[in-house]
């Protein structure tokens, strides 16, 4: 079992937070299906969560974190947190929020904290006394897409991206990482940028119109489940087409994952009111803010 922090937080540990006394412990893989039924409940906030235990595990290295559980008497979850590198939380009770937060201090290792701006907040209230201090905070706004949707004219270019469209892919992606002051801590990436391109290709999560060996239109899939996908790196080329044949590509590509999945989500930066607007003449619609805490030990 992985060590994150220099002090860790003893499984028989009690912590008494409000009235009555609720307990933090590390989970294993014997919680797999009560913790992913807690976290199913609110799914477009939690998939990244589920997505990491699906894929890895309760506890697994490629999680660079620890899953936490908090209880209360009666044995039920209140808060679910992975906490390490990237810290987040899912929690039902001010409490549960507060006790995660204890635990999270210990944690040496983190380098950000992010998740719902009002729970983010509200943990940090709890961590700040003695957990690292804030570098930077950063905004997002999480933009969701059901049905009903509109249906405009189809687009013949777009398709999933091939191995021959690597090169292609590669330079785009290195376009927007260059253009982007913070990375989004939710991509967990490892690995530079033509081998998540090509494995993202291989695993037919590259959405692409090409024109003339130009990308007009990228979107990748970065997590795929039956309530919710999420996409990221959403790129358009203006100078070659106008935005109109991009809001296609969007309509076309929606149509195509919502007969698979009940919502599609994507993160935006606060500030790019352009991508906002894009965004809500597709049809999206503002779900809620989130908020990345950058702490002083980031690289």
């Given at each position: 079992?992985?060590?994150?922090?220099?002090?860790?937080?003893?499984s028989?540990?009690?912590?008494?937070?409000?009235?009555?006394?609720?307990?933090?412990?590390?989970?294993d893989?014997?919680?797999?299906?009560?913790?992913?039924?807690?976290?199913?409940?609110?799914?477009?906030?939690?998939?990244?969560?589920?997505?990491?235990?699906?894929?890895?595990?309760?506890?697994?290295?490629?999680?660079?974190?620890?899953?936490?559980?908090c209880?209360?008497?009666?044995?039920?979850?209140?808060?679910?947190?992975?906490?390490?590198?990237?810290?987040?939380?899912?929690?039902?009770?001010?409490?549960?929020?507060q006790?995660?937060?204890?635990?999270?201090?210990?944690?040496?290792?983190?380098?950000?904290?992010?998740?719902?701006?009002?729970?983010?907040?509200?943990?940090?209230?709890?961590?700040?006394?003695?957990?690292q201090?804030?570098?930077?905070?950063?905004?997002?706004?999480?933009?969701?897409?059901?049905?009903?949707?509109?249906?405009?004219?189809?687009?013949?270019d777009?398709?999933?991206?091939?191995?021959d469209?690597?090169?292609?892919?590669?330079?785009?992606?290195?376009?927007?990482?260059?253009?982007?002051?913070?990375?989004?801590?939710?991509?967990?990436?490892?690995?530079?940028?033509?081998?998540?391109c090509?494995?993202?290709?291989?695993?037919?999560?590259?959405?692409?119109?090409?024109?003339?060996?130009v990308?007009?239109?990228?979107?990748?899939?970065?997590?795929?489940?039956?309530?919710?996908?999420?996409?990221?790196?959403?790129?358009?080329?203006?100078?070659?087409?106008?935005?109109?044949y991009?809001?296609?590509?969007?309509s076309?590509?929606?149509?195509?994952?919502?007969?698979?999945?009940?919502?599609?989500?994507?993160?935006?930066?606060?500030?790019?009111?352009?991508?906002?607007?894009?965004?809500?003449?597709?049809?999206?619609?503002?779900?809620?803010?989130?908020?990345?805490?950058?702490?002083?030990?980031?690289p």
């Open positions: 079992m992985q060590q994150n922090s220099s002090k860790r937080l003893k028989n540990e009690h912590i008494s937070a409000g009235e009555l006394t609720i307990r933090v412990d590390e989970l893989g014997s919680n797999k299906q009560e913790v992913v039924q807690f976290l199913s409940q609110r799914p477009i906030h939690t998939v990244h969560m589920i997505e990491f235990i699906n894929d890895n595990g309760l506890v697994s290295p490629l999680n660079d974190s620890t899953f936490y559980g209880r209360n008497r009666e044995r039920q979850l209140e808060g679910v947190a992975l906490i390490g590198d990237s810290t987040l939380l899912e929690t039902t009770t001010d409490r549960a929020t006790a995660l937060a204890e635990v999270a201090k210990t944690c040496a290792t983190a380098h950000v904290i992010t998740g719902e701006k009002e729970r983010i907040n509200n943990f940090w209230d709890y961590y700040a006394d003695a957990g201090g804030m570098r930077h905070a950063h905004r997002e706004l999480l933009f969701e897409l059901k049905w009903p949707i509109q249906a405009l004219p189809e687009v013949s777009l398709r999933l991206a091939t191995p469209d690597l090169e292609l892919v590669a330079t785009t992606q290195s376009q927007i990482a260059s253009n982007e002051a913070y990375p989004n801590p939710l991509r967990r990436e490892t690995e530079d940028v033509r081998q998540r090509a494995r993202f290709i291989e695993q037919r999560r590259t959405w692409v119109a090409v024109q003339d060996n990308i007009i239109f990228k979107a990748d899939v970065t997590f795929d489940t039956s309530s919710v996908i999420y996409l990221d790196r959403v790129c358009t080329n203006s100078d070659r087409r106008p935005q109109s991009a809001l296609r590509c969007m076309q590509l929606a149509r195509t994952l919502l007969r698979r999945t009940d919502s599609v989500c994507v993160l935006v930066n606060e500030n790019d009111k352009k991508a906002h607007k894009f965004y809500r003449l597709s049809g999206y619609k503002l779900r809620s803010i989130y908020e990345t805490i950058f702490l002083t030990n980031q």
